[in-house]
């Protein structure tokens, strides 16, 4: 008689692994880092370089010598993290900078719950949020430097406010929003295809949406939260600009600049820190538009993503139980 194999669930077997998810993360993130390098020249590739290094590093060292377990950096989450950290900072952030947000990320936020797959907060916005708090100065400095491709010398620097904050604080000062030149010169083209202004992730809209549009062919996320987040900021600004047009800033505006492109697409698409059905997946979703819509209007910060994504991962395991679909054979 053959020996009866009793296994524990799940029994649906899959060629997909971490490793090959995370590396199609990366490559769906090759053209906002391509976008970067044009427009800041060595110091994207800097921050992107230390960013991987250094998350890969704390990740290899608190498993080797304090967990003692096998090292996991094969699988590429730590890149992942480190990429999505460096691409979440000003583009002229200093390298120690970069280190300490990857010691943050990696050594508070993913190994002190137990790695991988245990986390409760995305490691990379947990990071960005906690150097955000922490050096303000320094992550609020939109200094731009200078691209390999322009004709000046690679010293020189353009300082530029990200048109996020030039609006908040025409906003506070009670100047109408059509005589701020970052809100009322910029076209729809503009944002959408280029600005110089932000983190050094959110420089092309385009980019981000050819990346969100691989990552749907490669089916390694759904498409369920980064629309319902830019559907919830599109509808949300959109009824607050039609209120008042010169104190609210529209949906074009809203989507194509500041982070909500980056953090729906790469970061609140997380598998760990998102909720499993389709059904938590929009009231995740819509959580993180409506937070960040209220941030940015009526809150101290013009950007609101990361600390929208950050509060909703808190509220994942409740949406996670309130949402738990009925057992096969359960009783209505």
């Not at 998810?21 to 110091?43: E, Q």
């Not at 506070?172 to 202004?197: C, H, I, R």
């Not at 919830?232 to 982070?259: E, H, K, R």
Request: some cysteine; aromatic content about 12%.
């Amino acid at each position: 008689m053959k020996k009866l194999i009793v296994s524990p669930a799940p029994h649906v077997h899959s060629d997909r692994t971490t490793k090959s998810l995370m590396r199609d993360v990366l490559i769906a993130l090759a053209p906002s880092l391509l976008v970067s390098i044009y427009f800041f020249g060595f110091s994207a590739v800097k921050l992107v370089a230390i960013g991987v290094i250094a998350c890969c590093l704390v990740e290899y060292l608190i498993q080797k010598y304090i967990l003692k377990t096998k090292t996991t950096i094969g699988d590429y989450s730590a890149a992942v993290t480190g990429c999505l950290l460096a691409l979440n900072l000003p583009p002229n952030a200093p390298w120690w900078l970069v280190a300490v947000g990857a010691i943050f990320a990696i050594g508070v936020v993913k190994m002190s719950f137990g790695g991988l797959g245990q986390n409760i907060f995305n490691p990379a916005i947990a990071g960005r949020v906690f150097l955000l708090i922490s050096f303000p100065v320094l992550m609020t400095d939109w200094t731009i430097p200078a691209s390999w491709f322009d004709n000046v010398n690679s010293l020189d620097a353009v300082s530029s406010a990200t048109p996020l904050a030039a609006a908040k604080e025409a906003i506070a000062n009670g100047t109408p929003l059509s005589e701020v030149p970052a809100y009322g010169d910029l076209t729809w083209k503009q944002m959408f295809f280029f600005k110089v202004g932000g983190s050094a992730g959110e420089v092309s809209a385009l980019a981000l949406i050819l990346g969100f549009i691989y990552l749907l062919v490669r089916k390694v996320i759904k498409p369920t939260i980064p629309v319902v987040i830019i559907a919830t900021v599109a509808i949300m600004s959109g009824i607050f600009n039609a209120i008042d047009p010169q104190s609210y800033t529209g949906p074009l505006f809203n989507i194509c600049t500041g982070g909500v492109l980056l953090g729906s697409i790469f970061m609140a698409t997380d598998y760990v820190t998102s909720p499993m059905t389709t059904k938590g997946q929009i009231i995740f979703a819509f959580g993180i538009g409506v937070i960040t819509v209220l941030i940015r209007y009526f809150g101290s910060y013009p950007e609101g993503v990361s600390f929208a994504i950050l509060i909703m991962n808190c509220a994942v395991p409740l949406i996670n139980k309130y949402c738990k679909p009925r057992r096969f054979g359960e009783a209505k």
